[in-house]
């Protein structure tokens, strides 16, 4: 038996909103652990290919890591900006206004992110000690991940300090939801598995949602949709 006598009696008293509001954040909880759970897989893809393949993505991923903090400290505060303007009922011009001004400071950022990237790939690999066919394919993830950079500083900030901060928690996540298992994971086991495509590329489609999110997230956060006044 799902629910006892008692419990049962609270069920029926609840009305279609009350229930859709009190199951929302276990749907939410399990979409947060699909997303965990995507990490260790694409890993999982570059172990199958080659033991060089570890150590260049590991070595890549450690230095895009170091710089992809400033992308998610932009985020943070960005979501705590949007939605204080919003709690403070300051209007939605100026929402719209502090939009577009972070907007421009993502791109400027994730641009400078990306060429200092590039430009200090290869001083930093120096310091590893690396096979000559890891260090090549460290060296072409890292200049992939050079302009994975750039489209990562904009989607990122915009979907959670823009669009999530303005309260609209669901779009992002199916977006997240589909880029990631509809279109991301299977192509990279194709890429890897079928198409025996070179490491550095199979790294471009592990990343390619960050690039390809960039669209869908610019178009949504130009509409109203987003900003949601809660009082």
């Known amino acids: 038996m799902l629910f006892t006598k008692k419990e049962s009696y609270i069920i029926q008293g609840m009305d279609y909103l009350s229930l859709i509001r009190f199951t929302?954040?276990?749907?939410?909880?399990?979409?947060?652990?699909?997303?965990?759970?995507?990490?260790?897989?694409?890993t999982g893809i570059l172990g199958r290919l080659s033991a060089d393949a570890i150590a260049a993505n590991s070595v890549s991923t450690t230095m895009f890591q170091y710089l992809k903090v400033i992308t998610i400290g932009e985020a943070s505060a960005s979501a705590v900006l949007i939605g204080t303007t919003i709690g403070e009922n300051r209007g939605t011009t100026k929402v719209k206004e502090y939009?577009?001004?972070?907007?421009?400071?993502?791109?400027?950022?994730?641009?400078?992110?990306?060429i200092s990237l590039f430009f200090l790939r290869i001083p930093l690999l120096s310091l590893y000690d690396l096979t000559q066919n890891a260090y090549q394919m460290a060296d072409q993830i890292l200049i992939i991940l050079s302009i994975v950079m750039v489209g990562m500083s904009y989607q990122m900030p915009t979907g959670i300090g823009i669009i999530k901060g303005g309260g609209d928690v669901k779009y992002m996540m199916?977006?997240?939801?589909?880029?990631t298992w509809a279109i991301v994971m299977p192509l990279s086991f194709l890429g890897a598995f079928v198409w025996k495509l070179p490491v550095p590329m199979v790294v471009l489609l592990l990343n390619s949602?960050?690039?390809?999110?960039?669209?869908?997230?610019?178009?949504?956060?130009?509409?109203?949709?987003?900003?949601?006044?809660?009082?």
């Open 24 to 42: 929302y954040p276990l749907f939410v909880l399990s979409t947060i652990l699909m997303a965990a759970l995507a990490t260790p897989i694409q």
């Open 99 to 114: 939009s577009k001004t972070l907007q421009v400071i993502y791109l400027i950022i994730g641009s400078v992110l990306g």
């Open 174 to 179: 199916y977006l997240n939801l589909i880029s």
């Open 209 to 231: 949602d960050q690039l390809f999110k960039c669209i869908p997230t610019y178009l949504y956060v130009k509409k109203d949709q987003w900003i949601k006044v809660f009082v």
